[in-house]
């Protein structure tokens, strides 16, 4: 299994500005399928991205890429904030470097866990 690491970045980014507003994966998909029939790329199921955005914001949250928000900083207790490895795990996705998908594609859904990750991430530009 390969992930939409598009998607799977447009999550983070949301997550890492949503101070005093709920984190809203479905609306994210739907947002992200308009920006990429913007592009000019045909219009994904939108169903489908639905659900794979919601099963990724449990792969973030269980592989501690986020957690939830502080009150202090801004928790609403339906958002979130990145981890240092949520910090690097966007870091990589925005770098867009085919190299670096591959990489974590070859470890398909072990590439969301803590331990495969951290280890992965060290050979990782």
Same mark, same amino acid.
């Given at each position: 299994?390969?992930?939409?690491?598009?998607?799977?970045?447009?999550?983070?980014?949301?997550?890492?500005?949503? &101070?005093?507003?709920?984190?809203?994966?479905?609306?994210?998909? /739907?947002?992200?399928?308009?920006?990429? =029939? !913007?592009? @000019?790329?045909?219009?994904?199921?939108?169903?489908?991205?639905?659900?794979? &955005?919601?099963?990724?914001?449990?792969?973030?949250?269980?592989? /501690?890429?986020?957690?939830?928000?502080? =009150? !202090?900083? @801004?928790?609403?207790?339906?958002?979130?904030?990145?981890?240092?490895?949520g910090e690097r795990l966007l870091q990589l996705l925005e770098d867009r470097d085919e190299r670096i998908r591959?990489?974590?594609?070859?470890? @398909?859904t072990a590439a969301m866990t803590p331990e495969v990750f951290d280890d992965?991430?060290?050979?990782?530009?």
């Amino acid at each position: 299994m390969s992930y939409n690491w598009d998607l799977m970045r447009k999550l983070l980014r949301e997550a890492q500005q949503s &101070a005093y507003r709920h984190f809203t994966p479905r609306q994210y998909a /739907e947002q992200f399928a308009m920006e990429l =029939e !913007d592009a @000019g790329q045909p219009l994904p199921d939108l169903d489908a991205l639905r659900g794979e &955005a919601a099963a990724y914001e449990g792969h973030l949250v269980n592989g /501690e890429f986020m957690v939830p928000r502080p =009150e !202090d900083e @801004g928790g609403t207790a339906e958002n979130y904030m990145l981890t240092p490895r949520g910090e690097r795990l966007l870091q990589l996705l925005e770098d867009r470097d085919e190299r670096i998908r591959r990489a974590l594609d070859e470890k @398909g859904t072990a590439a969301m866990t803590p331990e495969v990750f951290d280890d992965l991430e060290l050979t990782l530009p």
